[in-house]
């Protein structure tokens, strides 16, 4: 007799206990932290680039989760794509054939990036990192790998080791032998190269933490430093690639760029299915997988699985027919000159940057001094709570999530899915003028909350 698993029941059932649910078998912290800050919301439904609650108010999403939701949620097209494959039932993951699938998706992907050869397919971000990681070291004999100050490649041992934040690394020790350099900084990179052991520079063209950008010409000349000391360049393009900043991938606004290894995930799959990808060079998989013997040396168990594949296919072609990668490029430079203009209007205000929808918004010391008093006792308390003080209200007033954009950065984040147009951007400016009025005001419900917030920051030292 088969047991009867009815989903449906199940969440109308239980769905009410998600937040206990929550606090007790899983990481505690985070129900904890969303009713500190007002998020803990109930959302009901969601479509595109919207959330909607069980009162039906919709809210605008500028997050992305972060950055997966490349083509916002339920999209038609990678929907059908999943219900297909499962009507299809194939034998999938017999791990001793040859699936169509995952060589459709790697011949696909690799015609975005036309020097290089072969895909690894894995499951997450940070696998798509181990494995650029693992082949560098291999392919060229050396230990040592160089990344940039603010990285953040994931959290698993490998990727950590390159993650420019100790209060990610703290407590994790030892790691690989690894070495920050200062993104932008080529002296700083060639004295690491110089010393002979570097197998590779890891670099996100757009840092996600910060939104901070590799200096124009930075990735070329960085390219040409390491493969004159046999060193590799690898592209994380996790949060960045398939679109998100205007161009497929991040390195190609620049001229000449091209990377050895490029790691993909994110919005490969639509956000549907946990999926990843290490694009490479041919003669780095040949050196790696150089015998039979080695066919599994680097490999993972649901790696290419057919609904990652057929996700990633219909999420490509979806791509090109929606002329996805010119929207990011011109909403989101729309977005973000609308919002450079208010740099002169609030003192608050100290830089809009970034490339098509990945934006940061950068706030800094006022000049007045009746502002820079409270920009003061905020700073004392933690670095970042100004942030935080605005992404709350963009939320709680005007039903937008955003995010702030690393730990102690007074940066706001800005990866909305990929399809939004016009009336988003409205939407987001009309909400961020009036939240910026109200804290250039400098008393009411912002600044209380802003009180509130250092209360919170003192208690937790
Ligand atoms: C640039 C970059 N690399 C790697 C990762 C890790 O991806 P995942 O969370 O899928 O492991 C992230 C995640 O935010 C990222 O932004």
Redesign the pocket.
């Known amino acids: 007799m088969t047991t009867e698993f009815d989903l449906g029941a199940l969440l109308a059932e239980r769905g009410a206990e998600r937040y206990e649910l929550h606090t007790r078998y899983l990481n505690h912290q985070l129900p904890r932290m969303l009713r500190t800050i007002g998020f803990d919301k109930v959302y009901e439904r969601a479509e595109g680039a919207y959330f909607w609650d069980a009162e039906g108010n919709d809210y605008l999403d500028m997050l992305a989760g972060?950055?997966v939701m490349g083509l916002g949620r339920h999209h038609p097209v990678v929907r059908k794509a999943l219900h297909d494959v499962l009507d299809a039932s194939l034998a999938d993951l017999t791990r001793f054939d040859c699936q169509p699938l995952p060589g459709l998706l790697a011949e696909r992907l690799l015609s975005y990036s036309p020097h290089l050869d072969r895909v690894f397919f894995g499951n997450?971000?940070?696998?798509?990192?181990e494995g650029a990681l693992k082949f560098a070291r291999y392919a060229t004999g050396k230990p040592r790998i160089l990344y940039c100050e603010h990285a953040?490649?994931?959290?698993?041992t490998g990727?950590l080791s390159v993650n420019g934040e100790d209060g990610f690394r703290d407590g994790f020790a030892p790691l690989l032998p690894d070495t920050a350099v200062p993104l932008g900084d080529l002296d700083a990179l060639e004295r690491e190269v110089r010393k002979g052991d570097v197998a590779a520079l890891i670099v996100?063209p757009v840092q996600?933490k910060g939104v901070y950008e590799a200096p124009p010409g930075y990735l070329r000349a960085a390219q040409e430093l390491l493969h004159r000391h046999k060193a590799l360049l690898i592209a994380?393009?996790?949060?960045?690639g398939l679109g998100r900043t205007g161009r497929f991938y991040a390195y190609q606004h620049e001229e000449g760029v091209e990377p050895d290894l490029v790691?993909v995930?994110?919005a490969l799959s639509g956000g549907y299915v946990?999926v990843?990808a290490t694009v490479g060079k041919d003669w780095i998989f040949k050196k790696v997988y150089s015998s039979m013997d080695r066919v599994l040396v680097h490999s993972a168990s649901f790696g290419s699985n057919a609904q990652a594949m057929a996700a990633g296919l219909a999420v490509l072609s979806v791509l090109e027919s929606d002329r996805v990668v010119a929207n990011a490029a011109a909403t989101g430079e729309a977005l973000r000159s609308r919002l450079a203009a208010l740099v002169d209007k609030y003192e608050l205000l100290a830089e809009v940057r970034g490339r098509g929808l990945m934006i940061g918004i950068e706030f800094g010391r006022p000049r007045s001094l009746r502002l820079r008093s409270r920009w003061t006792m905020l700073q004392a308390a933690r670095k970042g709570l100004f942030a935080q003080m605005v992404v709350v209200p963009l939320l709680q007033r005007h039903r937008i999530l955003t995010q702030v954009s690393g730990d102690h950065l007074e940066v706001i984040k800005l990866i909305p899915p990929l399809i939004i147009g016009e009336r988003e951007v409205d939407r987001f400016v009309d909400a961020f003028t009036a939240v910026m009025d109200d804290a250039h005001e400098g008393g009411g419900l912002l600044w209380d909350f802003g009180r509130t917030l250092v209360r919170q920051a003192m208690a937790n030292r």
């Open positions: 972060f950055g997450s971000g940070t696998e798509a990192v953040f490649h994931g959290l698993t990727s996100e996600g994380d393009e996790v949060q960045t790691c995930a994110k946990p990843g």
